[in-house]
């Protein structure tokens, strides 16, 4: 994907397109075999402990789950949305590497079912969270990279809104990094450069 404005309409388009056939199809299954999946949800803290969204993921089609997350009181703009590896939300954690504190660094990294994919090709990444001027943003999106029960498994999962925009690694053959290669660096692959953790979430069954 080299332009990413066409990148953008064709997942848009993509996604408006498949969402009537999803809802049949959904329904269909739900029909044959009295009931879907058991739905996840989430609610993000941030820093201080305050509540600034709620996630849901709820069974779209075989094999695909819709993700929607809603957000308060979050500086506007766009922000790395990614499921991370696991359940445990602390504000205060220390990451080893550096003894410093790094807020939820205890999420782990990005989800990663297959180990021979990096960013943006992990199993918990997902599109970047627009939030507006008022501190408030919509995100609704389906993949087929994971299914609910990756999300719960034994040290669970966590959903990390970050404070900055997530690049994709979309860093052009043209562009230089620090190191002095060309393309996205190490720190670029890893996460896409979005920075700290604004907030979290530990995802667990909906009632
Ligand atoms: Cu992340």
Known sequence: MKKIWSGVHL???ATIGGLAATLAVSAGVQAATGGGQQDLTAQLRDVQGN???TLSVEEASMGH???TVRVSKVP???HGLHVHTTGKCDPQAVDPSTGKVSPFFTAGGHLSLDAGKGHPGHSGDLPTLLVDEAGRGVGVSVTDRFQTQHLLDADGSAIVLHALPDNHANIPERYTSADGKKGPDAET???GDSGGRFACGVIQKAR
Do not use: D, N
């Open 11 to 13: 997942t848009a388009v």
């Open 51 to 53: 509540v600034v969204g």
């Open 65 to 67: 789950e819709r993700v």
């Open 76 to 78: 506007a703009g766009f």
């Open 189 to 191: 692959l890893k996460a």
